[in-house]
């Protein structure tokens, strides 16, 4: 069997010209991709940006052990410059899986050794949150510490 490519090419044509004659077509392909997308990304950015803003404003509740050092309770109830509407309300907790399952603590905070360790419901977005800011509030606490003692030594810190 010969194909004969003057027909395939005739009929490609053909069917090309009938795509480009339809104006309703070029419109769906071209013209609405453009606008559609574009409006798109921008709706969905505008939505996260609002759920995101609504983590940076709220109180986080966190459950505290005995063992926990009230310096650096005093240290984590200061508002940083970059979370300004992040704040912390602590309270004492006995069972503290309990209450993270039932959503009455966002977070426990708790210290061994001096290191302190953060227990969250990984499950819920807000626990996931109120760590994550424990965790920032937590490296600056001892990075003041570190500062601390640098000065008292005369020795300079980088």
Do not use: H
């Amino acid at each position: 069997m010969k194909m004969r490519w003057n027909k395939i090419l005739a009929i490609f044509k053909k069917e090309i010209r009938e795509l480009v004659r339809d104006k309703k077509t070029i419109f769906v392909m071209f013209a609405l991709p453009l606008l559609i997308y574009p409006l798109l990304i921008i709706g969905v950015s505008m939505v996260m940006m609002n759920v995101q803003s609504g983590y940076e404003t709220k109180e986080y509740v966190v459950g505290l052990d005995s063992s926990v050092d009230k310096e650096a309770v005093d240290f984590i109830k200061q508002p940083s410059e970059d979370e300004e509407g992040v704040s912390f309300k602590f309270k004492a907790c006995d069972d503290y899986s309990e209450a993270l399952s039932e959503g009455s603590i966002n977070a426990y905070l708790s210290c061994e050794d001096d290191t302190y360790m953060i227990s969250y419901n990984s499950s819920d977005t807000d626990s996931s949150y109120a760590s994550d800011y424990l965790s920032e509030k937590l490296e600056e606490y001892k990075d003041d510490i570190s500062l601390t003692l640098f000065e008292e030594a005369d020795l300079e810190a980088d």
